[in-house]
């Protein structure tokens, strides 16, 4: 083979690796050009409640997606199971998304409202407690947490410079609206409402009405999950691709 | 330039030397340049058959026309088919009617049992005989009735669920919200304790019959036997919820419970339900009566 003649050449040697490399490169970037008509429109998807970010943030940061996936895979025995197949737009507001890659226990995408508030507090404070044998490991730690909410503000603007539609007012209020969405007392249900739609849950998730704690935000998210595309108004379309 | 020629192998060399070492330029084997020409036909061929790659507001759809979530729904259509048939009983007929066909049981509970793990078992137990907070589904003991309809409307809406016909259960914050002072909460204690023959003071449980009458009845009873209009439980018997020592009275009273069971006609399908409906019949009491 004849690469004498590339190799005492540099400047053409350094345009064929170019080439070559960015073949790779078009064919992994060009598709995230196309994303606007690659996530399908799914009526009822919002982005997070700051309460719910954070308790995102909280699942990020404890690590939950090495063990739960949040992606109902195009296979029956995953839609007999869980529930309809997840749709992209169903993640297109999770930064980072939390598909997971192993599943060691059940997935995630849809457990929103199957169990109970008390449940999730009860399971992840001490998983064995209510589910025997399960090997999740205990987080009683976030129910006497206090939920940090000084950033909430900067948190909002971070995901708005990464694509999430948060409005100026959603930002201003952001620690507001977390601390109102936990506690049903405050009687700002129609100010949550009407910067977040109808579907938002406005309870005090942990139990405890002295504080809005980290467990008040994972339950929060936990419950959301996979509740809000309403997919009786889906265009069947819209989806089959 | 002619490259030079290694007079030992024959091949030539890449022309370059380091400290008196030359390099032969050997070509990869012949089998493994193969693969790799049969991996990149195989690509090829995806691109042809499968759906491949976005352009403008589309994509290549491919030869085949394949989609995965058409496939999944024509797979999950086949086998809700297959599973209709299989289970044809519990589509066309109603729980009462199935409630009275004993031998349905050996014949379908080993598939139930998968159903009721899936969805029940966190909260109620593997076995269905509950735990703290989470009632027991296999004795006579019911908070709306052991009937097989009014299970399976419990099973439909869920208690303090999110449904909108949800069943409400709410039992008062008595100490919270004030109802009580501490000491009549001591008395009524007391009261409920005497109901279920526990140990107790009997002068202050008679001073805690009056209070139950004011208080207690409109939803317990007057004999604190509950009632299946509200969920309000039985306190006569052993069969507790929240615990029946004094200390977890001391707790329901204090603060209250409305404990949530979800609803599961959006989750599972009204055949589902009714399986699992029967399934809890089967568990060991069928009482449906008392």
């Avoid at chain 2, 290694?6 to 070509?27: F, M, V």
Wanted: glycine residues 8%.
């Amino acid at each position: 083979m004849d690469h004498a003649k590339l190799e005492r050449n540099g400047i053409a040697f350094a345009l064929a690796i170019l080439g070559v490399a960015s073949i790779g490169g078009i064919i992994e970037i060009a598709p995230l050009f196309t994303i606007e008509n690659t996530i399908e429109e799914a009526p009822g998807m919002r982005p997070y409640t700051p309460l719910e970010l954070a308790g995102h943030n909280i699942y990020v940061r404890e690590g939950c997606y090495a063990c739960h996936s949040q992606m109902v895979r195009t296979l029956r025995s995953d839609v007999d199971r869980y529930g309809h197949f997840s749709l992209a737009a169903e993640s297109m507001y999770d930064h980072p998304h939390q598909w997971g890659s192993k599943r060691t226990g059940p997935d995630l995408a849809r457990v929103g409202q199957k169990y109970s508030d008390d449940w999730h507090v009860a399971h992840l404070a001490a998983p064995r407690a209510v589910v025997q044998g399960s090997v999740m490991p205990g987080y009683p730690f976030l129910s006497e947490t206090r939920l940090d909410t000084r950033y909430f503000s900067e948190a909002l603007t971070a995901q708005v410079r990464v694509g999430v539609p948060y409005t100026e007012e959603q930002i201003a209020n952001a620690a507001k609206h977390a601390a109102w969405q936990a506690d049903p007392e405050a009687e700002y249900e129609d100010d949550l409402i009407d910067a977040y739609g109808d579907k938002v849950q406005i309870r005090d998730f942990d139990g405890n009405p002295n504080m809005v704690s980290e467990m008040d935000a994972l339950v929060a998210y936990l419950q959301v999950l996979g509740t809000l595309v309403d997919f009786d108004a889906l265009n069947p379309e819209e989806i089959a691709r | 330039m002619t490259p030079e020629k290694d007079p030992i192998s024959g091949r030539e060399t890449t022309g370059h030397e380091w400290n008196g070492i030359k390099e032969l330029n050997t070509p990869i084997p012949k089998a493994f340049r193969l693969w790799l020409w049969i991996s990149i036909a195989v690509a090829a061929l995806y691109w042809v058959f499968y759906p491949s790659f976005p352009y403008g507001a589309d994509y290549l759809h491919g030869a085949l026309g394949y989609s995965s979530r058409e496939a999944v729904q024509v797979a999950v259509a086949e086998g809700a088919a297959t599973r209709a048939e299989a289970f044809d009983i519990f589509e066309t007929k109603d729980v009462n009617e199935l409630a009275e066909m004993p031998e349905l049981q050996a014949q379908f509970e080993g598939e139930i049992a998968v159903l009721y793990r899936d969805n029940c078992a966190a909260c109620h137990g593997r076995d269905a005989k509950g735990q703290k907070g989470f009632p027991d589904l296999t004795d006579a003991h019911w908070l709306w009735s052991g009937s097989p309809e009014e299970i399976e409307y419990t099973l439909q809406v869920g208690i303090n669920s999110a449904h909108e016909d949800t069943r409400i259960a709410e039992m008062p914050a008595i100490g919270r919200d004030e109802w009580l002072e501490q000491a009549e909460i001591s008395d009524v204690i007391d009261y409920v304790l005497s109901l279920s023959g526990q140990e107790h003071d009997a002068e202050a449980a008679a001073r805690g019959i009056d209070l139950f009458a004011e208080n207690c009845a409109s939803c317990h009873n007057g004999e604190g036997v509950g009632g299946y209009e509200n969920g309000a439980p039985d306190l006569t018997d052993s069969a507790w919820l929240y615990g029946g020592t004094r200390a977890d009275l001391r707790e329901t009273l204090q603060h209250g419970r409305a404990g949530v069971m979800p609803a599961w006609s959006d989750r599972l399908s009204a055949a589902e339900i009714r399986k699992l409906t029967l399934y809890l019949l089967w568990q060991g009491q069928g009482d449906g009566n008392s």
